[in-house]
Nanobody
C-alpha cells in the first residue's frame, strides 16, 4: 500500500468548499511534518499549506491564507486540507507530502477542479 493516499478531490463551483484527506500507512505519521502541495496545468508546484508534527504550527501560502485550513489527526494517521471560497485558480492536482529526517513520502494526488 502506498504510504500516502489522498482523497476528496472533486469538481466544485466557485465559492464552494471541499475537504481533502491524506491517509498514511507504513511509517510513524506523528513524527512527520505534512505539506499540501498543488500543481496546476502548465505551472510549477506550489506549497499551499504545512503543519508540524502537532497541530500547533501551521503555514499557508498567501494565495490561500484565510480560505484553506490544514489539520491532522495523529490518532487516525490522517491529514486534512479544508478548502473554502474556492476560486478557478485553485484548480490543480493536490498532493500530500510527509517529511522528516531526510525522508519524504508522496501521495498520488487528487484532482480539484473549480468551475461553473
Amino acid at each position: 500500500q502506498a504510504p500516502l493516499v489522498e482523497s476528496g478531490g472533486d469538481l466544485v463551483q466557485p465559492g464552494g468548499s471541499l475537504k481533502l484527506s491524506c491517509a498514511s500507512s507504513g511509517f510513524t505519521f506523528s513524527t512527520y511534518r505534512i505539506n499540501w502541495i498543488r500543481q496546476a496545468p502548465g505551472k510549477e508546484r506550489e506549497l499551499v499549506a504545512a503543519i508540524g508534527t502537532t497541530s500547533g504550527s501551521t503555514n499557508y501560502a498567501d494565495s490561500v491564507k484565510g480560505r484553506f485550513t490544514i489539520s491532522r489527526d495523529n490518532a487516525k494517521n490522517t491529514a486534512y486540507l479544508r478548502m473554502s471560497s474556492l476560486k478557478p485558480e485553485d484548480t490543480a492536482v493536490y498532493y500530500c507530502n510527509a517529511k522528516a529526517n531526510g525522508q519524504s513520502f508522496w501521495g498520488q494526488g487528487t484532482h480539484v477542479t473549480v468551475s461553473s
